[in-house]
């Protein structure tokens, strides 16, 4: 069963897991160190404009869903492992149902083109592609129109 909950210093490890291996890849800045993971924990507990939830599946964290509420950015990522399962979506689904944003507020995520399977996961979740450049595409979720 997968939860979305808060993340904490004794996830630090968890983190790093998810944050390295292959799933390295899909990430900028690469590999996390233990330093890095212990301290992406604590950011997410102390920034209120960041909302950062560990997707726990049977009581095991596999991986991790962000949205920056002042920029809309939205990002997720599941252990390399733990690919395959709908886990991503599942998430990510979750998230923007929970926190859906305001009526103006945009959600944009960018995914490799390379990573196709990204891209299933922002477009079950409700994203629709809005351009591609640099090996990236770029995604927004529609605004919902005031009723």
Do not use: C
Not at 1 to 9: G, K, N, T, V
Not at 34 to 47: G, H, I, K, S
């Amino acid at each position: 069963m997968l939860r979305l909950r808060e993340l904490a210093d004794g996830d630090a490890e968890s983190v790093r897991r998810v944050y390295g291996g292959g799933a390295a890849a899909d990430v900028w800045f690469g590999a996390m160190t233990a330093d890095q993971a212990l301290a992406y924990v604590r950011e997410a507990a102390r920034d209120p404009v960041l909302l950062v939830r560990g997707i726990e599946v049977d009581g095991e964290l596999v991986g991790v869903v962000r949205l920056d509420r002042a920029s809309g950015q939205l990002s997720y990522l599941v252990r390399e492992d733990a690919r395959g399962n709908g886990h991503a979506t599942a998430a990510v689904r979750e998230l923007l149902a929970r926190v859906r944003p305001a009526e103006e507020q945009k959600v944009v995520a960018v995914q490799r083109v390379a990573n196709a399977a990204s891209g299933r996961v922002l477009a079950k979740a409700g994203l629709v592609p809005v351009r591609t450049a640099g090996g990236y595409v770029h995604w927004e979720l529609p605004v919902r129109e005031a009723r």
